[in-house]
């Protein structure tokens, strides 16, 4: 638990990923908001990021976007999403996007220095611990690249999981490498990106580890794609849900046939 008194406001930015394809991420992310002591609001009004639109060059639209979720999380003290890439999205791309508006310039950069990606945000901000929480499991991390490259979560998800009791981290080859996701990426350049993922996949498999986790859903959800085609039982999930105690739930891409 966070030695920090009193309740921190914090707004979840919770993503389109998360809300469509795998809420429980959001659930447990406001659970491990709220050991740490946090007061969790969800504003209503947020929309996506805008990253679809940026990756295909339609800066308009992603402006307008952007000018949205600046609105929708005025005010408070601390934006937080389970996902280094939309975090990364606000924090890096929204000042830019406004470099000619001075106005909407300084909402970006309010809003870009209150924005954090969750994990990094209870460990670094928080101090927090995950208390009595158990997994019996061998565990491998992916580093996603908008999470280590952009936001620098590196170290803190695996402090976090150190944590955990009876759970092993190993470490796989090549544990930066990209998946193979990159957002439009894999829509655009469907052979590479399978060459890559599959690369990936061959490298935590190496490991001999029983699941995969890592910061970014969709990361895990191009891992466990890939590896359900391939027939493998790697179990896929967001490393929010071990921290909160949801490991041995039903994994991303299980019964999703």
């Known amino acids: 638990m966070s030695p920090m008194s009193g309740k921190i406001e914090v707004a979840l930015f919770v993503t389109c990923l998360v809300d469509l394809n795998r809420p429980s991420v959001g659930f ?3 659970k491990l908001l709220e050991q740490a002591g946090c007061r969790v609001s969800v504003p209503d009004a947020q929309t996506c990021c805008g990253q679809p639109a940026y990756n295909s060059g339609d800066r308009k639209t992603t402006r307008d976007i952007a000018a949205a979720v600046i609105e929708a999380f005025r005010g408070y003290r601390y934006v937080v999403a389970p996902s280094g890439s939309c ?10 996007l406004f470099k000619d508006d001075p106005d909407m310039l300084l909402a970006a950069e309010d809003l870009a220095a209150r924005t954090h990606e969750l994990v990094s945000f209870l460990a670094d901000v928080m101090d927090f611990e995950p208390d009595d929480v158990k997994l019996d499991r061998k565990v491998t991390y992916h580093d996603s690249c908008s999470s280590l490259r ?6 803190q998800p695996r402090k976090l999981l150190d944590e955990v009791d009876d759970l092993e981290l190993v470490e796989a080859e090549d544990r930066e490498a990209c998946c193979g996701f990159g957002g439009t990426f894999c829509i655009k350049y469907p052979e590479i990106s399978e060459e890559m993922v599959d690369r990936k996949i061959d490298n935590l498999l190496a490991t001999k580890a029983d699941m995969v986790t890592a910061g970014d859903l969709g990361c895990l959800m191009n891992i466990a794609g890939r590896l359900h085609r391939r027939g493998e039982k790697m179990k896929v999930l967001h490393v929010t849900e071990i921290l909160a105690g949801m490991g041995k739930e039903r994994g991303i891409g299980e019964g999703d046939d």
Not at 87 to 96: D, F, L, N, S, V
Not at 150 to 155: Q, R
């Open 150 to 155: 952009e936001m620098k979560v590196v170290n």
């Open 87 to 96: 975090a990364g999205m606000i924090k890096k791309h929204y000042p830019a």
């Open 28 to 30: 447990a992310a406001v």
